[in-house]
């Protein structure tokens, strides 16, 4: 069998094996103790040539239903939008995508600048002065967010809003484990955080409280009311954790006095790819600056004086820090982050905010629609992209019979709320159009009778 | 290209300038001012470049012009297995239905990703050797802190709490004890012994009631092969504790030994080195963890399973640690992955290390003759040499490997592991053929022979770069982290 990627021939490694002075490639393995070694031959699939594995791959892809074939009003966190061209065309550049971490300064000044754009536009949207160069995704970032609170104000109990991502919430529960946090769960009314009870739960013991902006219901958090009550404890840190897209309409969490602003960027030119990889960011204040997990570019200068970009900061990260570390984050979402990068840059400052309008404009008409058809839309404050509406069956029955009118329905609240039996997240963003919606409104009408 | 700055995209902008290309408006329009509260609707819109479709691909390739990649040259950065990154894998990566397929589908619907998934769990079981695995984790120390959880869980389960501490090699990558920390508990240092390896005494002293693992990459970081390591495995189970292994340097083994079968309960792969996940310029990556059958109860959720010939998600796993991140890991890079090892085989992977081991040990004795190498021994697939020669000499390892600037190479990971002084650690991968290996060697020898008779050329190095040496005190000490408009 013949190996493309293996370039030694025979003569090769005869050569070496005479340079080395070993009469065969296994003398170099005879450290490996016998009674350890693995005998015989790995039981793997045999290997293919290119063109049958790309033929294989292609049936296995074609076994998936995909958003482009299907009509889709799923959210919950991961949405379909528009990807400018331009976006796959850059990170195909291979001087980026075959690229590791910019350690080295003088050759990565691409990758280097990248970041610190990417920082700057991050900074810009949350209305936040610092900006990592990526995290995870949304959820990770959040639960780092988490501990970062609890380390900075030395208290050990979080305050998390039941209108935060349920799988957030999951992650942050896990990350929390480790550093011994106690999270306490703030409730719902009509969708929203509950203020009173987040009022009654706040004390000089709270090292946090988190809320989602627009919340998992896609309604949109009093974030104003919420800081009025967070700061009346001097150290509780504010973190939200935000859909960085709905902040080209809304006001942005820095303009409310927010410690950490978290949330992830798959909204800017990253595709659903069944959930990974997204890319996370993390926003904070200068305050936190030295404290932020994951890396940091800095603007600089060289002997010369050129204008250029370094990693900075680097004390606060496991490389230098060891056990001592803000985070043991290493490996980040860089490519993504560019992604994300160029997709900003083609949605540009004038149209960030059309986009955003443009999301609640058709999630709109679809809500209205739906009250026309009968249909009972629950929770009436003010929304993103995404609403509830309440069915007569349950959710998975009813999106089995939307699947095979060529529909993907919307998310199963009953999957993470108990109470919420039969209502469906329903997720419309600007590639929905107003022939599909009114199909989907129809279809949805017809079944739930 | 001459040494001036690059402009940002920002400074690109010029108001009123656009390349978006939206859908139109086709719905009944509603006054979206009029609902929400004035507070809540943005005055200042972000300050987002505005440029044309022009102006960002310009602006981007030149980006990627100042930038080297694998495709770009040799890349030796030992500990990153920076092997080329086949084109397959970009090419299957963006079939629509992997690309656009949502996690909250339901199940039925994408049977051919979950099918992959599961394919792929199944072969890094047999690779590795272990009972089961997930793939929920989105890079290595994600990896780690993972499998540090479940053990912590798998302690706690049997009502033991007293397992505070996580032992690793004074060698160990900084995410070992990072993760260690970030799981709960205390990272205690084992010694290195005089041939580079783990000092069995030490670690005899520092094994206890207290120990939760012992982590260990092996081989270890300086290249070389922890054989003892059943006797390690003895000592740490004797005590009540877990073997935990670093999988980063699995390049060296496929097909030769496995983490399972050297005794060892849960073990972590970086999908981004050894099965060529691209680095992406620091990621995304995927950091799959495989544990032992004691541990598979622990788990994050979801575990994809297979029931009567469909997959599914199970969630249904009571003594799991919980969720470690949202969805299903880094699916696009396991696909990468899986393309990989589908293209390989058994024979093939086997070759991989072999080649891999093979290239380090070639380059190794070649340049035993000009720089120090401390653990003279066959190394695996990387070797650590030291600059202690050259620094005598003036010069050091900083500046060496800024000298491999000029000649087009990017230079070995240097200053790590920590135990060795000046230290530059090599990785060749297997997949760079003997021309640049001995290519790079030459470059070296001469780079030595220049410390020898000008070693000013060594010091004031690169020459050759768009820009010099970066002040990075002052980007420390003066932090400027984002663009701001003059």
Redesign the interface.
């Given at each position: 069998m013949e190996f493309r990627y293996l370039p030694m021939t025979e003569t090769d490694k005869k050569e070496m094996l005479h340079s080395i002075g070993v009469k065969s490639t296994d003398e170099l393995f005879s450290d490996i103790p016998d009674n350890v070694r693995f005998k015989g031959e790995l039981d793997l699939k045999n290997p293919v040539n290119e063109y049958e594995l790309k033929k294989e791959l292609t049936a296995m892809a074609n076994k998936n239903a995909n958003l482009k074939q299907y009509s889709s009003f799923l959210g919950a966190g991961v949405y379909d939008h528009f990807i400018p061209s331009v976006v796959d065309h850059v990170i195909s550049r291979s001087e980026f995508y075959t690229a590791y971490t910019p350690y080295q300064p003088e050759i990565s000044q691409g990758e280097l600048q990248a970041i610190f754009e990417f920082q700057t536009m991050i900074s810009e949207l949350t209305g936040m002065p610092v900006a990592n160069s990526s995290m995870y995704d949304g959820g990770t970032s959040l639960a780092e967010a988490v501990n970062l609170s609890a380390a900075q104000t030395k208290k050990k109990k979080v305050l998390v809003s039941k209108s935060v991502h349920p799988e957030s919430r999951a992650v942050i529960e896990t990350y929390a484990r480790g550093q011994g946090v106690e999270i306490v769960e703030i409730g719902l009314i009509d969708g929203l955080t509950d203020l009173k009870q987040l009022d009654e739960e706040l004390d000089d013991t709270i090292a946090g409280v988190v809320v989602q902006y627009p919340n998992f219901f896609g309604q949109i958090e009093p974030l104003q009311k919420i800081e009025e009550l967070i700061k009346q404890q001097k150290k509780t840190m504010f973190i939200v954790s935000s859909n960085p897209l709905a902040l080209g309409y809304l006001t942005p969490p820095g303009e409310f006095g927010a410690d950490i602003v978290v949330g992830d960027t798959q909204v800017f030119g990253i595709p659903a790819q069944f959930g990974g990889p997204h890319c996370g960011y993390f926003a904070t204040t200068e305050k936190l600056m030295r404290k932020v997990p994951g890396r940091l570019v800095g603007q600089t200068k060289d002997e010369d004086g050129v204008r250029g970009f370094v990693l900075t900061l680097q004390a606060r990260e496991q490389h230098i820090r060891r056990d001592k570390a803000t985070s043991n984050i290493c490996s980040n979402q860089a490519l993504n982050a560019l992604a994300s990068s160029v997709a900003m840059s083609s949605i540009g400052k004038q149209g960030i905010k059309k986009m955003a309008t443009l999301n609640m404009q058709k999630a709109r008409y679809a809500k209205s629609r739906m009250k026309e058809a009968n249909l009972e839309v629950v929770f009436e404050s003010p929304f993103f992209n995404e609403f509830v509406v309440k069915l007569s069956s349950s959710v998975d029955d009813i999106n089995n019979k939307l699947f095979n009118k060529g529909i993907i329905g919307g998310y199963d609240l009953e999957r993470d709320y108990p109470e919420l039996k039969g209502h469906m997240l329903v997720a419309v963003t600007e590639i929905r159009s107003k022939e599909e919606i009114d199909t989907f409104v129809k279809e949805l009408g017809d079944i739930n009778g | 290209m001459a040494?001036?700055?690059?402009p940002?995209?920002?400074e690109r902008?010029k108001e009123?300038?656009?390349?978006?290309?939206?859908?139109e408006?086709?719905?009944?329009?509603?006054d979206?001012d009029a609902?929400?509260?004035d507070?809540?609707?943005?005055?200042n819109?972000?300050?987002?470049?505005?440029?044309s479709?022009l102006d960002?691909?310009r602006?981007?390739?030149?980006?990627?012009?100042?930038?080297?990649?694998?495709?770009?040259g040799f890349?030796p950065?030992g500990s990153?297995t920076?092997?080329?990154?086949?084109k397959?894998n970009?090419?299957?990566a963006?079939?629509?239905?992997?690309?656009?397929?949502?996690?909250?589908?339901?199940p039925k619907?994408?049977?051919?990703?979950m099918?992959?998934l599961y394919?792929l769990q199944t072969?890094l079981k047999?690779?590795t050797?272990m009972y089961e695995v997930s793939l929920q984790s989105?890079?290595?120390?994600?990896g780690?802190?993972t499998a540090l959880?479940m053990i912590?869980a798998f302690h706690e389960s049997n009502g033991d709490y007293e397992r505070t501490k996580v032992i690793v090699p004074d060698s160990a990558?900084?995410?070992n004890?990072?993760?260690?920390?970030?799981?709960?508990f205390?990272?205690v240092t084992v010694k290195s012994n005089e041939a580079g390896l783990v000092d069995l005494e030490d670690l005899k002293r520092v094994v206890g009631r207290d120990t939760a693992a012992l982590m260990l990459t092996n081989p270890n970081t300086l290249g070389?092969?922890e054989?003892e390591?059943?006797q390690m495995a003895e000592i740490v189970h004797g005590a009540g504790g877990k073997l935990y292994y670093d999988g980063a340097n699995l390049n060296a083994?496929?097909?030769?030994?496995?983490p399972g079968?050297?005794?060892f309960d849960a073990v972590h792969l970086?999908l981004?080195k050894t099965f060529?996940g691209?680095?992406?310029?620091?990621?995304?990556?995927s950091?799959p963890v495989g544990v032992s059958k004691e541990l598979e109860p622990f788990l994050?959720?979801p575990v994809i399973t297979k029931k009567d010939d469909a997959y599914v998600f199970d969630i249904d796993r009571p003594q799991s640690?919980?969720?470690?991140?949202?969805?299903?890991?880094?699916?696009?890079?396991n696909l990468r992955a899986y393309?990989y090892?589908?293209?390989?085989?058994?024979?093939?992977?086997?070759?991989?290390s072999?080649?891999a081991?093979?290239?380090a040990?070639?380059m190794m004795?070649?340049l035993e003759k000009e720089y120090e190498l401390p653990y003279p021994?066959?190394c695996?697939h990387e070797f650590v040499l030291s600059g202690s020669r050259q620094k005598k000499l003036g010069v050091r390892t900083l500046d060496i490997?800024?000298r491999l600037?000029d000649f087009n190479y990017?230079?070995p990971t240097i200053y790590?592991p920590l135990n060795v002084e000046e230290g530059l650690m090599i990785e060749p991968t297997?997949?760079?053929?003997?021309e640049t290996l001995d290519g790079f060697i030459d470059t070296m020898l001469t780079i030595a022979e220049e410390v020898r008779n000008n070693p000013e050329i060594v010091q004031e190095a690169?020459h050759t770069?768009?820009?010099?040496?970066?002040?990075?005190a002052?980007?420390?000490r003066k932090?400027?982290?984002?663009?701001n408009k003059q």
């Open positions: - | 040494n001036q700055d690059f940002l995209i920002f902008s009123g300038r656009t390349s978006y290309s939206l859908p408006l086709d719905v009944t329009e509603f979206l609902e929400l509260e507070v809540y609707i943005r005055k819109a972000p300050d987002l470049p505005e440029v479709e960002i691909m602006h981007y390739t030149g980006l990627s012009n100042r930038n080297y990649g694998v495709d770009s890349y950065l990153c920076m092997k080329y990154n086949p397959i970009e090419d299957v963006r079939l629509e239905g992997f690309t656009h397929i949502h996690p909250y589908q339901d619907t994408v049977q051919g990703a099918e992959m394919d072969s047999e690779i050797g989105a890079a290595g120390a994600h780690e802190w959880m912590r990558h900084g995410t004890p990072a993760s260690a920390a970030v799981a709960g205390e990272a070389l092969f054989k390591i059943l083994i496929m097909g030769y030994v496995r079968d050297m005794g970086n981004h060529t691209p680095h992406g310029g620091g990621g995304p990556g950091g994050p959720k640690i919980g969720r470690i991140k949202p969805y299903y890991g880094n699916f696009g890079i393309t090892i589908r293209t390989m085989g058994a024979e093939g992977l086997k070759k991989v072999e080649f081991v093979l290239n040990n070639y004795r070649k021994q066959h695996k490997a800024k600037l990017h230079p790590f297997e997949t760079e053929s003997k690169p770069t768009i820009v010099k040496r970066m002040d990075e002052t980007a420390a932090p400027i982290l984002r663009y």
